[in-house]
């Protein structure tokens, strides 16, 4: 085969990284921006002339940020941990058992994964509110907690699974419970994994039902608060990209520890 040329290649990366810097600049601007006083706040500058903390001491002083970052990580995690588990579950059920109405239950699953949340979303509100669960995290997290995503893709590891160990396992007295925690999980943890992570980000960045469930920034995830900071002080842009720049930091966190896991979860799941 031969290779490509020089000027080839030079082009290929030219094109990466000024896509790479598209990519960026947003960022960087809202970064730059949060050090930005409000007298500068809209010049054309890439560089604050007179940095200043007083966006970021504002946004901790009117916004309990803390508190709704906690709220963040407790619905990304209760959300993934919920759908793990119900897919868990089910995923085995579907292919270690067979009964009645197995494809249909099947077809209707991979159904329910084409009905967009907003058609059920007033549904889902009306119970939440008669169950007494607004301004809670169990109530943003209760609609979400199966994942019809979930089960299809931990259905189709389920599958390649060799059905021999399975059945070894039964004669050697293993219960269903046990063939799935000591033998199926082990081998198959990289999967789980790199789902729960794309649960997780999925979670984090949820907004639209969390948003009519909360109404006050001490009950809301940091996207409604944002939202909620808006609303109460329009012209404040300065502290809004302080508290931007603040909701950020854990998933940037997050992807430089598990950066490999992360991509590969990408790949995996942006294959099938």
Known sequence: MKRPSRAFTLLQHGLLAIMCVIAIFPLYWMIISSFKNESE??????VPMQPTWSNYTYVFKEMPIVRMMFNSFSVAILMSSFQLATGLLAAYALVRWRFRGQLFIFSMLSLTWLIPFQSVMIPNYVLVNQL??????LGIVLPFAVSTFAILSLYQSFKQFPKVLIEAACIDGQS????????ILPNIKSMVVSLGILQFIHGWNEYLWPMLITKKMEHAPL???????????????????????I??????LLYLLLQRQI????VRFGIK
Request: with cysteine; aromatic share 12%.
């Open 247 to 252: 909701s950020c930091l854990p998933i940037l």
């Open 41 to 46: 706040i809209f010049t054309a500058s890439f």
């Open 223 to 245: 996207q409604i608060g944002l939202k909620l900071f808006v609303n109460s002080d329009t012209n404040m842009w300065g502290s809004l990209m302080a508290g931007t720049t």
């Open 132 to 137: 007494g669960m607004n301004e809670t995290t």
């Open 263 to 266: 991509v590969d979860s990408f």
């Open 176 to 183: 269903d419970f046990g063939i799935l925690t000591r033998l």
